[in-house]
């Protein structure tokens, strides 16, 4: 039996074509493995611990070998929190739409609190940076209302999926399958609602044996 983690970065519930996309990927997954615990994280109904000075200064005073002060160990057990229900996943499915060219705040506000030494990578200065998730997988839903293709005069302005890429991978998540819907936005509804479509059956597809 396995875990799989479901993101939600999207506040746009019932219109998101990124969550109508992971939805039909977390749909699949659940049929083809029942016996699989599904848990669902929803950034923007979940109240996360702030990462200000005080948690700042806790993180710090770990790197330097130093104690906790009561308020710093407050706020560290809830960043801790955070990542434990992170980490106790096996698998990933994150439902990602483009905004200003990169992610929602909400899911860099969630990889700043995750994304921390000793728990997600470790660095040495022999090795130098180590992912501590080698060997789970992810699956990434993304939608843009603009296309982006690799080798396009527009290419340069996409910042969502290289980033992701970038951060799952330096956690030592590197096997990461993904399905994008574009535009849905600059192509009109029609375009968009076949874009929808397709990647939703992708999605489908790729959870069948994932």
Do not use: C
């Amino acid at each position: 039996m396995g875990k799989l983690l479901y993101v939600k970065a999207s506040p746009r519930t019932g219109r998101s074509y990124a969550l109508a996309a992971a939805d039909a990927f977390v749909a699949a997954y659940s049929e083809a493995n029942p016996d699989d615990e599904i848990a669902t994280l929803d950034l923007f109904k979940t109240d996360l611990p702030a990462f200000d000075g005080v948690t700042v200064q806790a993180k710090y005073a770990i790197l330097h070998g130093e104690p906790h002060t009561a308020e710093q160990q407050k706020a560290w057990k809830a960043v801790e929190a955070v990542i434990a229900a992170f980490t106790s996943a096996d698998k990933y499915v994150f439902a990602v739409p483009m905004w200003n060219f990169g992610i929602p705040y909400r899911l860099k506000h969630y990889i700043d609190l995750i994304v921390q030494p000793g728990y997600t990578f470790a660095f040495t200065p022999e090795e130098g940076y180590r992912g501590l998730l080698e060997g789970k997988r992810a699956f990434v839903a993304y939608a843009s209302g603009g296309e982006y293709a690799e080798g396009s005069p527009t290419a340069a302005y996409d910042m969502q999926k290289p980033y992701l890429k970038l951060v799952l991978g330096f956690m030592g998540i590197t096997d990461v399958r993904t399905v994008t819907v574009a535009p849905t936005l600059q192509g009109g509804a029609d375009v968009a609602r076949a874009k929808r479509d397709a990647a939703m059956k992708e999605a489908a597809a790729v959870a069948e044996d994932f």
